[in-house]
């Protein structure tokens, strides 16, 4: 309805404007058209040409005598009293004289003096309420003050099901239980059982809360109200409350339906009680809260809601009868992974026989839309390379895209500097492989990304990890430091090319110690806490300075007996890493087996 309405403004705006243009034109514009360049004159030279029998025409008005000569000059002077005019231009016979009246047509000075005012003040009005209102929320017009925007709500059906939802299995048992309870509600207030007002959904971005609730949408064949957090949040306080009433109000009308509040964290903040604090947000978030215990379970109105960041939430958000139910969404393991590339591929063209397995081991930690962006970007190459249908090669070369950017391929680098990226590279691998608790070296390539990496060096884990052991963590962490210590064997000095690696390192080793309890020095404590669990996972102290200057000294002593350790592999086998460099060299790059082939050549042939 809101949508018409604007239409039908839409219109008349247009109508008001062309007709204001009409009449400019023929005020302004036209006359200036029809005229040709009029000279002015004296009185004198008018008679003068009367007596000449020169003058053709003449106009009189009430201040200027406008007259035209025979060789068509139009002339104009200022009128003077002269009685004797007229008699002097009926003397000469063939001259055509009126007299003019300045004073406008009435139509025309009512059109100048009411119409075209208001009319001007009329698209002055709309253009500043339009505007205004499109800021307040809807101050423009009165009746919708404070409404939620309609068009969020029109989406009944989402087209989504379950099916396209791949892995998150307990998360679609969780919510196939709401989908039951709106299908029948009956059949639970029989009991007398009570279903959750409320579920939350928490995760990482990307790894398909908006999906879900869409889908759950889609298997409850019930109108869906989805609205984002942000959408709450308004300039006066006070608004946003009222957007959560009539969106209440509304989904009640409609029952049984869902709400979904994507990204809740925008308005469900912890209310710290600051003086000074955001009391937009707080009114919305009492609302909402109220809105929650009013309205009666068991009618079918499901409220999900989504958001990364749920430690973030207001603790009564989260109370029994509110979002009571909290359902983890988490990254994809590896049949996880597998199955949602499988989803997304039934969308594209394949030839036969991929395997979705080796790309899904290679992704490890990657959430669900990296995973669909990896199979939009192989299929995109499949066309760049003018090939109908997507294999293998894209899809390795795409996964490598989504981590690393694409290739720079005219990227200039010297070949000194291209020696050095090859032996840093084959450091880390070397390092790698030559530890029993690391994972295989997949691939290594020293073509430069979009990401700024000058080369890298890929491992595949054969099978799901979920727990990393000490012993793990120490190979990974001599790994992390293969690359530098490559340089400084061969070249006898250190580039900035490792500070990337140092910052995992020193990542690794920080919760080794601050979170792991794999030190040495500290006992099973706590001295890091985590606070975006989903979004990145910065932590924070929670311990003395002289125990954080102690966690600096322990955290040095790992990395450094990581650091000697993998100069001691690379020293001990010192003739492969020359050999395998400049192999790479050669290449750019070069495959795990290719890698083995060269390093351990009497097992491979086996
Ligand atoms: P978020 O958790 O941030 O809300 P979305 O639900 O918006 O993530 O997911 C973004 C996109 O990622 C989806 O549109 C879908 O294409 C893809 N995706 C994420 N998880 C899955 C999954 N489990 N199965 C299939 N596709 C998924
Ligand atoms: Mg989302
Ligand atoms: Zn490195």
């Not at 010192?574 to 050999?579: A, N, P, Y």
């Amino acid at each position: 309805m809101n949508e018409n309405k604007d239409n039908r403004k839409r219109y008349t705006n247009a109508l008001l404007f062309g007709l204001l243009l009409i009449l400019i034109f023929n005020a302004v514009i036209m006359p200036m058209l029809n005229n040709q360049p009029v000279k002015d004159t004296e009185y004198s030279f008018f008679l003068e040409q009367i007596e000449d029998g020169n003058v053709s025409k003449v106009e009189i008005t009430d201040n200027e005598v406008n007259f035209q000569t025979k060789d068509d000059q139009k002339y104009s002077t200022v009128r003077i009293d002269d009685p004797d005019l007229v008699e002097r231009l009926n003397d000469k016979g063939d001259i055509e004289f009126t007299g003019v009246s300045t004073q406008q047509s009435p139509l025309q000075s009512f059109l100048f003096a009411w119409v075209l005012p208001l009319i001007f003040l009329f698209a002055l009005y709309s253009l500043l309420f339009r505007t205004l209102g499109k800021r307040m929320g809807g101050l423009g017009n009165a009746m919708s003050f404070g409404k939620s925007n309609a068009k969020v709500y029109v989406k009944a059906q989402t087209g989504k099901t379950f099916a396209d939802v791949a892995g998150q299995d307990e998360a679609k048992e969780a919510l196939k239980e709401i989908v039951d309870f709106l299908h029948d509600p009956d059949k639970y207030a029989e009991i007398g059982a009570n279903l959750p007002k409320g579920a939350l959904l928490v995760g990482p971005p990307g790894t398909g809360k908006t999906l879900l609730a869409q889908a759950v949408a889609g298997e409850a064949e019930v109108p869906f109200f989805s609205i984002s957090g942000s959408e709450f949040v308004e300039m006066f306080v006070g608004m946003g409350a009222a957007k959560v009433r009539d969106l209440f109000s509304q989904a009640v009308e409609k029952a049984p339906c869902i709400v979904f509040i994507d990204e809740i964290d925008t308005i469900g903040k912890k209310r710290d009680g600051q003086i000074g604090g955001n009391d937009e947000r707080e009114q919305t978030l009492n609302q909402l809260l109220t809105e929650m215990d009013g309205f009666d379970g068991k009618k079918g109105v499901v409220i999900l809601a989504a958001t990364n960041r749920p430690e973030s939430l207001d603790p009564a958000l989260l109370r029994p009868g509110r979002f009571d139910r909290r359902i983890p969404v988490e990254l994809p393991d590896l049949a996880g992974r597998e199955a949602i590339l499988n989803v997304h591929a039934k969308k594209i063209k394949l030839t036969d026989g991929i395997d979705f397995n080796a790309i899904a081991r290679a992704t490890a930690g990657a959430s669900g839309a990296e995973l669909a962006n990896i199979i939009n970007e192989a299929a995109l190459r499949a066309v760049r390379n003018g090939r109908s249908a997507v294999d293998q090669s894209d899809l390795e070369e795409s996964v490598e895209v989504v981590i690393a950017g694409y290739q720079r391929k005219n990227a200039v680098i010297s070949q000194q500097e291209k020696e050095i990226i090859a032996y840093h590279e084959i450091g880390h691998a070397l390092v790698a492989a030559m530890q029993k608790d690391s994972a295989p070296v997949h691939k290594i390539t020293i073509i430069p990304r979009t990401s700024g990496a000058l080369g890298y060096t890929m491992q595949v884990d054969e099978g799901e990890k979920f727990l990393m052991t000490k012993e793990e963590a120490l190979a990974r962490l001599a790994t992390l430091t293969g690359g530098r210590s490559a340089e400084e064997i061969i070249f006898n000095t250190c580039t900035s090319g490792a500070s990337n690696d140092i910052e995992k390192a020193t990542k690794l080793a920080r919760a080794m110690v601050t979170r792991y309890g794999m030190s040495s020095t500290f006992d099973m404590i706590a001295l890091e806490t985590v606070n975006n669990q989903y979004l990145g996972g910065d932590t924070s102290l929670a311990c003395s300075p002289e125990t954080a200057a102690r966690i600096d000294d322990e955290v040095n002593r790992i990395v450094k007996n990581a650091h000697a350790k993998a100069v001691q592999i690379l020293t001990d086998n010192i003739d492969k890493l020359h050999e395998l460099a400049h192999y790479l060299l050669d290449k750019e790059t070069i495959t795990g087996e290719e890698f083995m082939a060269i390093l351990k050549p009497e097992k491979s042939l086996v």
